[in-house]
């Protein structure tokens, strides 16, 4: 029996969609630059209007270092002018005013505004100047050094609000997939992305399995192509929504679809809450939740078996001006290359790589020496108490690193680690005990 995470995938689409303060403040930006707009161009308010993620329903939190935006439409050109004259024309109009000239970056599509960077990241908004298409409805948007094109923006928002609440949860679930495995200058362009979901997207299964099923009819679509596909635009059906999409960003899409695939099966295949939660979060991210440590009544339990300074032949002589505190990183995903910081006291299945940094503060030379303390019954049974304190080494070559250690978490329980500064045979500081809770599939807490 598969497990059940519908309670995991609500949490975590509530934990990825915006919230305050980004909506407030992308209302404010959004107010603001619209009135500025109307009263610039004297055009009516009807002429001015959002575009995008935001204003689709798709948007979600940016992952660390990333951006959260708006897209803001202005139906203001008149037929005889050129690309490059009206943004060109837009962006002179944003420097008249004191409050944008100092936030403009020019791009090749639109006039960006960029904002301070508050506590949940950086934020912009991107303004985009059209016209009618001859005397039609239809719209036509500039891009620099280029001729107009066809656009339906409006026309693309009432699309993507047909699909349904359904397809606004796995975009974005599979946007935030994205964030996490691609690099920002290979990653897939979200309204790619979105058509995408929409043609390969099942209908009557849960979150889990309908995330699974899409990433199985997306690889088995794209693996077999040589190039990108033409993807048109469900509102536009003449544009090619993936005309900028690179070969290398292709190809790097589609190896990203393959190890999600793997990951998300094995997550549908397993019965184990904590396991399939665990290759879950490995493709989506630490948004994604999983049980806690006391949620499994893992436990820190005796400790006798650590070896102490003296045991070592040294004594315990801390002074104050030295201190060592320590850091840790886990390495993620099946060819390792997440790399994610984690916290003492976090909770992590077998199998992972965990990279430890001393943080030294020292007015001599000192020697880093680790300790790592192992408890419970599952590590007992299987001869892994450790408790020795020792030289750590560095991943690859596994030789002796001076500031850092690399462990593997194997056993399930709750487990300790720690950093010595040593001189001279004497113990001058110590940092706090890192915690690192584990839990082995199939191996349940026991004492």
Not at 189 to 196: D, R
Request: aromatic share 8%; charged share 25%; net charge negative.
């Amino acid at each position: 029996m598969t497990a059940n995470l519908s309670k995991h995938f609500q949490q975590f689409v509530e934990n990825i969609s915006l919230g305050e303060p980004q909506v407030t403040r992308m209302n404010r930006a959004a107010t603001t630059v619209s009135e500025f707009l109307v009263y610039t161009y004297g055009v009516s308010k009807g002429n001015v209007f959002l575009q995008g993620s935001y204003a689709n329903g798709t948007a979600v939190e940016p992952v660390k270092g990333g951006e959260y935006d708006i897209d803001i439409v202005v139906i203001c050109v008149v037929r005889e002018i050129s690309c490059d004259a009206a943004l060109n024309d837009l962006q002179a109009k944003f420097e008249s005013d004191g409050r944008f000239k100092d936030r403009i970056k020019t791009k090749k599509p639109c006039v960006r505004l960029e904002y301070a960077e508050d506590e949940v990241g950086s934020f912009h908004v991107d303004i985009v100047p059209v016209r009618h298409l001859s005397s039609s409805a239809a719209l036509e948007s500039p891009r620099r050094g280029e001729e107009w094109k066809p656009t339906a923006p409006r026309e693309y928002t009432d699309w993507c609000a047909a699909q349904g609440a359904l397809f606004v949860r796995t975009v974005k679930s599979m946007k935030r997939w994205r964030d996490e495995q691609q690099l920002v200058r290979l990653a897939v362009k979200s309204i790619v992305l979105q058509v995408l979901v929409a043609e390969c997207m099942p209908s009557g299964v849960d979150d889990a399995a309908r995330m699974a099923q899409t990433f199985r009819a997306l690889y088995q679509k794209l693996r077999v192509l040589d190039e990108p596909p033409v993807v048109p635009n469900p509102a536009l059906l003449s544009e090619n929504l993936a005309k900028h999409w690179t070969q290398t960003s292709f190809h790097n899409f589609v190896k990203e679809l393959a190890e999600a695939v793997e990951f998300a099966e094995a997550a549908q295949a397993s019965n184990d809450e904590v396991e399939a939660a665990d290759l879950w979060r490995e493709l989506l991210g630490d948004d994604f939740p999983i049980p806690s440590a006391g949620q499994l009544g893992l436990e820190l339990l005796d400790q006798s078996h650590a070896q102490t300074p003296a045991q070592k032949g040294w004594s315990e002589a801390h002074d104050s001006r030295y201190r060592v505190s320590i850091t840790a990183d886990v390495q993620r995903g099946r060819r390792n290359q997440n790399i994610r910081e984690v916290e003492s006291g976090v909770l992590l299945r077998e199998g992972h790589n965990l990279h430890f940094r001393a943080n030294v503060v020292a007015p001599n030379h000192v020697e880093v020496w680790w300790q790592v303390v192992n408890t419970g019954g599952h590590a007992r049974s299987q001869g892994g108490l450790r408790g020795d304190i020792f030289k750590g080494h560095d991943l690859k070559n596994n030789q002796i690193a001076q500031d850092e250690d690399w462990e593997r978490t194997e056993y399930t329980g709750s487990h300790l680690i720690r950093a010595l500064l040593v001189r001279e045979n004497r113990v001058l500081a110590a940092s706090e005990f890192f915690r690192v809770n584990i839990y082995a599939t199939g191996h349940p807490f026991t004492r």
